[in-house]
């Protein structure tokens, strides 16, 4: 039998200390299931009040709540577990929260039609459904206490976990209500709170998983510990598309330790009874690659193709007014900016646990995609679906990388070739040279300017088209949906306005979702041009875009708050400027500040940074800020030094001293307002990424009269004090 001691028999803290210690997941049960022959993933509901999908309450009083989405560390299982609970009207000191087992049919995003967290969809997606959840749970507990005591169920109220009848005095825990609760037939269209009867959403509680991550209970993916388990580590053709040639295992099979040599079609797997034997034997390895045709690939290349693609006419994806007409009079504008691949360099390395059975396959891992890996696993597998069980763990990081199944469909095919539990980990290296890759973009724009605002203003983007490739429904008309977000809808009052889309895929490098998605060149574009046509109509940069927001009252608000809170206009030292930035993604408003330091050599030093938020109602207002914080760190470190670049079809970067990430001393004071609000909640988890580029890059701008178009930031150009 396998049990939540076993996978997590070592604390982190007592492996740095050098002893040795058990530990358990407190408010994440992590389902297990045995090693036998016919497993079969179940929710088990037995003895428990289940109204749905999603709460259980045992007769303890116990309130276990199933999580749709993932977590990785945005804090959504908090989130979620507040909705449930403030509709349920639960006493949160018994809410514990536990993953959901892969099952579209219950637990699909609204938003993809699959169970998948992306896209920061995870609360404004099921923000109806789980409110609803909720208050059906909490009425058919208000029915069931009613009957017992013979009285009307308006009578009664729900707090804190009980019912309470106010008349008698009398009251009744969830947990004593439970099995009489099951009984009753759910109602229909229960209405939800009022907002302002809100008592836990709203407040700035403290995350369920923190204590646990802290203290190093908590087990990843990357933790997880089966009996007779052995680890694999790989090493993949080195070019996009290549196959393996010959291998040579002579030394490798000699080094202590090493069990199996597995050799697949682009891939070679070293199986060792630990990390140490299988990574040494790996590096044992002579291995003769077949390149392939992609082996002349270069970014100078692909960057040449896309430059060349861009000038195409496109998909229409909007159309307002007559832009020809509006392009013909007026101060004209012409620019084109461009974004490079970028890795997602999450903290836990891609991996996977997976032990292959002849009637069999069971997995441990964390994704954000979990039925796709159950069915695509099942395919490398040779096995149905429902002899493949997937559990779940909480991620080390995603910011994308895990939407995809690769990892797991690799693990598959390795374990298939042994008879015990195998975890199979990616090396840092390998990690960042065989990632799924955000797209490389460039976006044209061209506008004109009359009276100080924008006339018209034509705007063209190319590059990947990854929802073609991930959910091909959403691909329509030759529009990628994610590719013109926060363009289509970008905030401004444009009387001519229009957009198209030119699909240009790179030569074999594989892109996907990453942190941020479709606004992350939308949004860097947009705002750097607002500057320039900015200056352009002689205007400061807050005003020039006021003037432009007259039919967005609540980005407006938010731009004013955040030119209020930050000082914008009050005097600077030289080469020291503040930029900002305004986008309406993921149905949140947001509007940045960033004051940079530019120094003779081009240097940068980031002075502070001031964001105010309008993302609806804030669930956990902790939760906001501690996201556009994290979001605006992870954007500058993209601005600054993201870039993967591509020579005879391999990656140049491989670690994080060629892939580096901003440091603490590089971190600014980072002042977050996030602004009361009754709308529906908006997407957060990604906003921040977006906000932080454009912001700096406008910072610099005013502090160098340096237009930047590329990231990451060219640091000889500031030094030269050159127009790019």
């Given at each position: 039998?396998?049990?939540?001691?076993?996978?997590?028999?070592?604390?982190?803290?007592?492996?740095?200390?050098?002893?040795?210690?058990?530990?358990?997941?407190?408010?994440?049960?992590?389902?297990?299931?045995?090693?036998?022959?016919?497993?079969?993933?179940?929710?088990?509901?037995?003895?428990?009040?289940?109204?749905?999908?999603?709460?259980?309450?045992?007769?303890?009083?116990?309130?276990?709540?199933?999580?749709?989405?993932?977590?990785?560390?945005?804090?959504?299982?908090?989130s979620i577990a507040m909705i449930l609970a403030e509709e349920l009207d639960a006493d949160w000191s018994k809410v514990e929260v536990q993953h959901a087992p892969p099952n579209d049919k219950l637990y699909a995003n609204p938003v993809f039609g699959l169970q998948a967290t992306g896209g920061s969809t995870s609360i404004r997606a099921w923000w109806k459904p789980l409110r609803s959840a909720g208050a059906s749970a909490r009425a058919m507990l208000v029915q069931a206490a009613a009957a017992q005591w013979q009285v009307d169920p308006a009578s009664c109220t729900a707090s804190k976990g009980e019912i309470v009848h106010a008349a008698s005095g009398r009251k009744l825990g969830y947990g004593e209500l439970a099995l009489a609760a099951q009984s009753q037939t759910p109602p229909k269209d229960v209405p939800v709170k009022d907002p302002k009867d809100f008592v836990i959403i709203g407040q700035p509680l403290k995350r369920l998983d923190t204590p646990d991550k802290t203290n190093g209970k908590v087990v990843y993916g990357i933790d997880a510990i089966l009996p007779n388990m052995k680890i694999a580590v790989i090493a993949n053709c080195p070019v996009f598309g290549g196959k393996v040639g010959k291998v040579d295992n002579s030394a490798a099979t000699k080094i202590p330790g090493v069990r199996k040599i597995v050799v697949l079609e682009d891939t070679v797997a070293v199986i060792g009874d630990h990390m140490w034997a299988a990574k040494k034997g790996l590096e044992a390895l002579k291995i003769a690659w077949n390149e392939g045709p992609n082996a002349r690939i270069s970014t100078k290349d692909i960057w040449q193709d896309l430059r060349a693609a861009s000038e195409k006419d496109g998909a229409v994806a909007k159309s307002v007014g007559d832009i020809a007409k509006g392009l013909a009079s007026g101060d004209r504008f012409e620019a084109s900016f461009e974004l490079p691949f970028l890795a997602h360099a999450s903290m836990e390395p891609i991996n996977a646990t997976v032990h292959v059975r002849p009637d069999a396959c069971e997995i441990w891992t964390g994704t954000q995609i979990m039925t796709r890996v159950q069915s695509e696993a099942a395919k490398a597998a040779g096995l149905p679906v429902d002899k493949v069980i997937v559990n779940q763990h909480l991620l080390g990081g995603g910011f994308g990388r895990k939407l995809e199944p690769d990892m797991v469909v690799a693990a598959v095919k390795i374990a298939k070739q042994v008879d015990y539990p195998v975890k199979v980990i990616w090396t840092r290296?390998?990690?960042?040279?065989?990632?799924?890759?955000?797209?490389?973009?460039?976006?044209?724009?061209?506008?004109?300017?009359?009276?100080?605002k924008v006339s018209a203003l034509k705007y063209k983007i190319a590059g990947s088209a990854v929802i073609a490739r991930w959910l091909p429904p959403a691909f329509q008309k030759g529009v990628d949906i994610d590719a013109v977000d926060a363009a289509v809808d970008m905030p401004y009052d444009f009387p001519n306005f229009h957009v198209e889309y030119v699909r240009a895929e790179p030569p074999a490098v594989p892109t996907g979702f990453w942190r941020g998605v479709g606004p992350n060149n939308n949004v860097f574009a947009f705002e750097c041009a607002m500057d320039e046509l900015a200056r352009k109509a002689g205007k400061d940069p807050v005003e020039f875009r006021r003037a432009n927001l007259t039919k967005n009252p609540r980005m407006l608000a938010v731009l004013n708050l955040a030119a209020e809170k930050s000082g914008w206009g009050q005097p600077l030292p030289p080469r020291v400027a503040r930029g900002v930035c305004v986008q309406p993604s993921f149905a949140s408003f947001l509007a940045t500040v960033v004051?940079?330091?530019?120094?003779?050599?081009?240097?940068?030093?980031?002075?502070?940074?001031?964001?105010?938020?309008?993302?609806?109602?804030?669930?956990?207002?902790d939760t906001v800020k501690a996201q556009i914080e994290g979001g605006l760190i992870f954007g500058l470190t993209a601005a600054l030094y993201g870039e993967i670049t591509i020579e005879r079809g391999r990656v140049q970067q491989s670690n994080f001293h060629d892939y580096r990430m901003m440091r603490i001393n590089e971190t600014p004071k980072i002042d977050v307002t996030v602004v009361k609000s009754g709308e529906a909640p908006g997407g957060i988890g990604e906003a921040g990424v977006n906000a932080g580029p454009p912001a700096l890059r406008n910072a610099i701008y005013a502090a160098t009269g340096v237009a930047l178009r590329r990231l990451p930031i060219d640091r000889k150009l500031l030094a030269a004090g050159k127009k790019a």
């Open positions: 039998m396998i049990t939540d001691k076993t996978l997590s028999n070592v604390s982190r803290r007592a492996l740095l200390t050098g002893g040795l210690a058990t530990g358990f997941l407190l408010a994440f049960h992590l389902p297990l299931h045995a090693a036998g022959n016919e497993p079969e993933q179940k929710d088990a509901t037995d003895g428990k009040f289940a109204p749905n999908a999603f709460i259980r309450i045992d007769d303890t009083g116990r309130t276990v709540l199933m999580m749709p989405q993932v977590e990785m560390g945005q804090g959504v299982y908090t290296e390998e990690d960042i040279q065989h990632d799924v890759y955000r797209p490389v973009y460039r976006d044209q724009v061209t506008a004109t300017v009359v009276d100080g004051e940079a330091e530019i120094d003779d050599i081009g240097e940068i030093v980031l002075r502070r940074i001031t964001s105010v938020v309008d993302t609806g109602i804030a669930v956990n207002p």
